[in-house]
């Protein structure tokens, strides 16, 4: 059996797949980067960056279907990575919520030790003391 009769049991196709995968490829960055400097895009945050992480989703989806060869591996690929999907989201749920209101009931002394920007920002509502960072200042 010669390497090509091999390469193409495999049915991962010739070099046009290879091709059109990096011209997609070449399409979404330039999609991201005109998305980027689009002020109706960016007026809102949020649309922003809903916009910019499904261009980077389907650009790593299909670096890894293709280049790393996924789409022609065994169904087992399933068996590890819908688990550890599952797991990444239900952590990132669990986590943001807490990491966003970590500052809403820190103690005095704990606001004192927090870093610069948070102390600022909250020193001011609490009624600024002249301490900064546990350091008086004259």
């Known amino acids: 059996m010669t390497d090509q009769e091999t390469h193409d049991e495999h049915g991962h196709g010739g070099t046009t797949k290879y091709v059109c995968v990096f011209g997609a490829l070449c399409a979404l960055t330039l999609t991201s980067f ?30 890894m279907g293709f280049f790393m060869h996924l789409l022609w591996e065994a169904n087992w690929k399933y068996v590890l990575t819908i688990p550890a999907t599952i797991m990444s989201i239900l952590l990132i749920l669990m986590l943001v919520p807490d990491i966003y209101h970590r500052t809403d009931h820190y103690a005095e002394e704990r606001l ?22 546990g350091v008086a200042h004259d």
């Open 34 to 63: 005109l998305a980027a400097q689009a002020d109706f895009i960016m007026a809102t945050p949020q649309v922003g960056w809903t916009v910019m992480m499904a261009v980077s989703c389907m650009k790593a989806l299909l670096v």
């Open 112 to 133: 004192l030790h927090a870093p610069a920007l948070e102390t600022a920002h909250h020193g001011e509502e609490a009624g600024d003391s002249g301490e900064h960072n």
